[in-house]
């Protein structure tokens, strides 16, 4: 878990992952070993690890499925000024192809204009299992930071994700146009919570995305359910 003394957390460096839409995919080049940087559309599972929705056609496919090393880099950059001041983190693991399932369902929160491809043949999600991460918020925030800490266990809210996310569209539609209109600044109406996780919610309307932060990490159901509601009484303010 989170190491007290740390200048940036494993909990901050996660967050960067959950806020991020896009980001820089290293592989190795199957046939001649050399680094290959990509540009790619990126979305977490209820964990935080990275994951991609990628097709064979692409030589990071073929460079994954020949050499499963990678590493996925995002970063927020200020609008002026230098811009590594910016916070950014490197994620370092070994790639493994994984089913749809819930994930093509998180992905589509995150990007709902790859519902056009993401039934393709040819296209699959691949996630990353984290070894390692190196985060960077700025001089004298530099962090190496172990997978546990910034991706702990999140079993309880992998499970519950999928009803939580139904109970709340179905019984709490109100609520969610208050989370979008009163706590993002959205216009409200037509919201859905698309995906839940420990550190947030995904809100999407067609193909309009919000990210509704959590203020701390949740990892039960009580928490889940408390923070939810504390957010509804704010949004009611």
């Given at each position: 878990?989170?190491?007290?003394?740390?200048?940036?957390?494993?909990?901050?460096?996660?967050?960067?992952?959950?806020?991020?839409?896009?980001?820089?995919?290293?592989?190795?080049?199957?046939?001649?070993?050399?680094?290959?940087?990509?540009?790619?559309?990126?979305?977490?599972?209820?964990?935080?690890?990275?994951?991609?929705?990628?097709?064979?056609?692409?030589?990071?496919?073929?460079?994954?499925?020949?050499?499963?090393?990678?590493?996925?880099?995002?970063?927020?950059?200020?609008?002026?000024?230098?811009?590594?001041?910016?916070?950014?983190?490197?994620?370092?693991?070994?790639?493994?192809?994984?089913?749809?399932?819930?994930?093509?369902?998180?992905?589509?929160?995150?990007?709902?204009?790859?519902?056009?491809?993401?039934?393709?043949?040819?296209?699959?999600?691949?996630?990353?299992?984290?070894?390692?991460?190196?985060?960077?918020?700025?001089?004298?925030?530099?962090?190496?930071?172990?997978?546990?800490?910034?991706?702990?266990?999140?079993?309880?809210?992998?499970?519950?994700?999928?009803?939580?996310?139904?109970?709340?569209?179905?019984?709490?539609?109100?609520?969610?146009?208050?989370?979008?209109?009163?706590?993002?600044?959205?216009?409200?109406?037509?919201?859905?919570i698309a995906a839940l996780d420990p550190d947030g919610a995904d809100l999407r309307r067609g193909e309009e995305v919000l990210r509704?932060?959590?203020?701390?990490?949740v990892y039960t159901g009580g928490a889940l359910r408390s923070t939810l509601a504390k957010l509804g009484e704010r949004s009611r303010?």
């Open positions: 878990m989170m190491n007290e003394r740390r200048s940036f957390s494993g909990d901050e460096a996660r967050n960067l992952l959950r806020r991020a839409r896009t980001g820089t995919l290293a592989t190795i080049n199957a046939d001649d070993g050399v680094p290959y940087a990509s540009l790619v559309n990126l979305a977490t599972d209820v964990q935080g690890c990275p994951v991609l929705l990628i097709s064979t056609l692409a030589w990071h496919t073929r460079n994954l499925l020949a050499d499963p090393r990678g590493s996925v880099m995002v970063a927020e950059v200020p609008a002026s000024g230098d811009a590594l001041t910016g916070p950014r983190v490197t994620v370092m693991g070994r790639f493994v192809k994984v089913e749809q399932g819930s994930i093509n369902r998180r992905y589509l929160a995150r990007h709902p204009a790859a519902e056009l491809y993401a039934g393709f043949g040819d296209f699959a999600f691949w996630r990353l299992e984290p070894e390692r991460a190196h985060a960077v918020a700025g001089f004298g925030r530099i962090e190496t930071i172990p997978a546990d800490e910034m991706f702990p266990s999140a079993d309880e809210m992998t499970a519950l994700e999928e009803s939580a996310v139904a109970h709340m569209n179905d019984d709490h539609a109100d609520a969610i146009q208050r989370y979008a209109g009163k706590l993002l600044g959205a216009t409200p109406g037509g919201w859905k509704l932060p959590f203020e701390t990490p303010e």
